[in-house]
C-alpha cells in the first residue's frame, strides 16, 4: 500500500485540506508466503570457488596498482614536460642532441667483437660528447659521480677487508696461513 497525499487547489479555506489517497498497485496474496533459496548449481559453486581462489592475487594486484599509480603518474608527467620542452627547445639543442648521438653510434661501431666494449664505449663516447657541449654540467655531475664512486669503493673496500679478516687471519686456520705454503 502507497501513500499519497495531495493539496487540492481551490479556494483559500480549501487549500489547507489535505486528502489521504490509497492506492494499490499489486494484490495481496491470500495466505503467507515464505521465501525459498534455490540451491545453486555447478556452475555457481565453480565460480565461487574460483573467486575464492583469486582473491589473493587480486588483492595483490591492487596494492601494487595502488603503489605504483603514483609513480606512473610522475613518469607520465615527466614525458608531458619533456614534449613541452622539446616543444619549445633552445636554440642549438638539437645539432648538440645529434651530436652526442651520433657519439653514442660511433662508439658502438668501434665496440665490434667484445660485449664488454659495447658496454663501455657508447656512453664513454655520448658523455664525451656530452660533457663538450655542456661543461657546467658535466662539472657537476663528474662531481657528483666521483663522491659516489669513492663511497661504493670506500664500502668495496670495508667488505673485501672484513672477508679478509674472517677468512684468512682466524688464529686456528693454519692451513691458510702466509708462512705456510
Known sequence: MFKVIRRSVGPASLSLLTFKVYLSLYSVP????????????QLEESISHLRHY????????????SQT???????????????????????????????IGFAGIVGLLLARGSKIKKLVYPPEFMGLAASLNYPQQAIV????????????????????????????QKPGNVKNSPGNK
Open 69 to 99: 599509480k603514483p609513480e606512473m603518474q610522475s613518469l607520465v608527467q615527466w614525458g608531458l614536460d619533456s614534449y613541452e620542452y622539446l616543444q619549445n627547445a633552445p636554440p642549438g639543442f638539437f645539432p648538440r642532441l645529434g651530436v
Open 141 to 168: 655531475f663528474v662531481q657528483v659521480s666521483g663522491e659516489k664512486l669513492y663511497d661504493w669503493g670506500l664500502r668495496g673496500y670495508i667488505v673485501v677487508e672484513d672477508l679478509w679478516k674472517e677468512n684468512f
Open 30 to 41: 491470500e495466505g503467507q508466503s515464505k521465501y525459498v533459496e534455490e540451491p545453486r548449481t
Open 54 to 65: 583469486c582473491e589473493p592475487y587480486t588483492s595483490w594486484c591492487q596494492e601494487m596498482y
